[in-house]
């Protein structure tokens, strides 16, 4: 921006910037008019929704009750690597890096899908405390080499798996757009060119 520069055309270049005092609640009474809109005051609470809360608590409920459900049907024995940690936490890697490729790229936008399935469902089925119980266990049986395993192999196995999510689902972006754009060059040409 040059010195000489004035007007209303070097006004609109600068940001502009709201003081403490225009911030402040108005008081109570007569709202004064004139003065522009004024900033939400409502607390945090009320401008969650109620509908994105249920999403993550149905999801969470899912979530749980799966991983139980498998820590039942596939026990690990002391001493032993914690192998159905290990598979639940390296899958919720895996699914949520999909999930987040199709719900920020793929589908159209939706509010309950990312709150119900990887918030509430993916974050109850995986489990960071449960990864650290084992491993503790492990050190306190004296079984070092497994709870090193446990820690390092499960942090390389969670980004390989995520990073196998992310691919997939960009595999899928990219196979879902030379489809429109293949399906909206035969519908502009005809029928026979594919």
Do not use: C, Q
Not at 10 to 35: F, M, N, V
Not at 41 to 59: D, H, I, N, Q, Y
Not at 104 to 133: D, H, K, N, Q
């Amino acid at each position: 921006m040059r010195a000489d520069e004035s007007g209303p055309e070097r006004e609109s270049r600068e940001p502009t910037y709201i003081s403490d005092a225009e911030l402040e609640p108005e008081p109570r009474g007569e709202p004064e008019t004139g003065g522009g809109p004024t900033p939400s005051r409502e607390p945090f609470r009320s401008r969650l929704r109620k509908g994105v809360l249920a999403a993550v608590a149905f999801g969470g409920v899912l979530g749980g009750s799966v991983r139980y459900v498998l820590g039942l049907t596939f026990p690990t024995s002391r001493g032993t690597f914690p192998l159905s940690t290990f598979a639940i936490n390296v899958s919720g890697a895996f699914l949520l890096a999909l999930l987040l490729v199709y719900v920020l790229e793929i589908w159209p936008p939706t509010r309950y899908v990312r709150p119900f399935a990887g918030v509430g469902f993916l974050g109850a089925f995986t489990t960071f405390s449960t990864w650290m119980v084992d491993t503790d266990h492990l050190l306190g049986h004296g079984h070092y080499a497994v709870a090193a395993f446990n820690v390092f192999g499960s942090l390389f196995a969670g980004l390989a798996a995520t990073a196998l999510g992310l691919a997939i689902g960009r595999m899928a972006l990219a196979r879902r757009v030379r489809l429109a754009a293949r399906h909206s060059r035969a519908r502009r040409y005809g029928w026979w060119v594919r």
